[in-house]
């Protein structure tokens, strides 16, 4: 079974800007969670979705927004990037994100603003 | 939710047995234990998890105190490929969210 898989793997963009990552989960997954990882914050949950529909969130601006397409694949989007949304950004996949379920992450995309 | 208490770092000679240590002191009775590990540039990937009885697994095994207040990982025979940081994490089978909250996790090197 192939693993999560997240596009792009390296991204550099300018303040201001906005962006869009990609994440596939493993096949037969519903459930896609997105983490925040920095040096000084660690990891940190952005939000999931199940079933297209957000069902959970961390606590993040509203410039963080995320959506899931009926095939489970889903993706994240920052608007007018700042410079600490510098960061590596890992999704996670799990059946249906119950709490038990195993997490099973993707090798993420690095971020970097300028 | 319970949080969890790690040591920021730990060494460790290669082929030799490490002991990982996490503190929960404030476990509720419907928490598991789960350990997740994260290899340099890479996402993190889970380890292994627990309830009340010890478990082993092919990656360790999870040692889980008698008053449930306190956990330690134990890799057997540690290698390179085992540096990495480790989290203890806990997750409450009773609830709703499935997403994980880390704390900022042991970071263990392994010395050949």
């Known amino acids: 079974k192939a693993g999560v898989t997240q596009t792009p793997r390296y991204l550099i963009k300018t303040r201001g800007q906005q962006v869009t990552l990609s994440c596939s989960p493993i096949s037969g997954h519903r459930s896609v969670s997105w983490y925040q990882q920095t040096p000084g914050q660690g990891l940190q949950f952005l939000f999931e979705y199940f079933s297209e529909t957000q069902r959970n969130k961390g606590n993040f601006p509203g410039r963080f927004s995320g959506r899931q397409f009926s095939n489970s694949r889903s993706e994240m989007n920052v608007s007018t990037l700042e410079l600490g949304d510098s960061a590596l950004y890992l999704c996670?996949?799990?059946?249906?994100?119950?709490?038990?379920?195993?997490?099973?992450f993707g090798p993420g995309t690095r971020l970097l603003v300028l | 939710d319970a949080k969890t208490t790690q040591p920021n770092s730990m060494e460790s000679n290669e082929e030799e047995p490490v002991h990982l240590p996490c503190n929960h002191s404030t476990i509720s009775g419907t928490d598991y234990i789960h350990w997740y590990r994260q290899l340099p540039s890479q996402g993190p990937e889970y380890v292994i998890h627990g309830l009340t009885s010890n478990v082993n697994n092919r990656m360790a095994s999870l040692a889980i105190a008698e008053d449930r207040k306190s956990s330690t990982l134990i890799l057997h025979r540690a290698t390179l490929r085992d540096a990495a940081v480790y989290y203890c994490i806990l997750r409450d089978y009773g609830g709703s969210q499935g997403n994980l909250i880390f704390g900022k996790g042991t970071k263990l090197s392994v010395k050949p």
């Open positions: 996670a996949s799990s059946f249906q994100g119950r709490s038990l379920e195993t997490q099973y």
